[in-house]
């Protein structure tokens, strides 16, 4: 079997780039639009929740977790509240923002030296 790591966490290394970038999207919709707290908290929810679905299937634990982390991004847009372009735009922003900083996250915990014997 190969040792190289599933080709999914190499999304991994660009995550503090994808949070730089998706801030940047975020602070200047809400900044020049508004502000939509309850659009920009599902969608982070959301993205961290897809990310650690999709990190679950890429160490593999199943397909399950597949087909339930890509499923996510259309459930948050069934459900999330889009009366108008901001909105939408803050569920992209935040969702990415969610995602990458959950990649951020697995990258700083995975490169801790563990203390074994």
Do not use: D, R
């Not at 190499?10 to 994808?18: C, F, R």
């Not at 160490?59 to 509240?81: A, N, R, Y």
């Not at 959950?102 to 203390?115: E, M, N, R, T």
Request: proline share 4%; net charge positive.
């Amino acid at each position: 079997m190969s040792k190289q790591p599933h080709v999914g966490l190499s999304l991994v290394k660009k995550a503090p780039m994808g949070m730089l970038i998706t801030a940047l999207i975020a602070v200047i919709a809400n900044v020049l639009l508004e502000l939509n707290i309850v659009t920009l908290g599902y969608a982070v929810a959301g993205g961290v929740a897809s990310a650690v679905l999709l990190l679950a299937y890429w160490l593999g634990k199943g397909g399950l977790f597949f087909i339930l982390g890509v499923s996510l991004p259309l459930l948050l847009v069934l459900f999330t509240p889009l009366a108008t372009i901001t909105a939408l735009l803050n569920l992209i922003s935040g969702f990415f923002f969610g995602f990458c900083a959950a990649l951020f996250i697995y990258k700083l915990v995975s490169a801790k030296p563990s203390g074994g014997s």
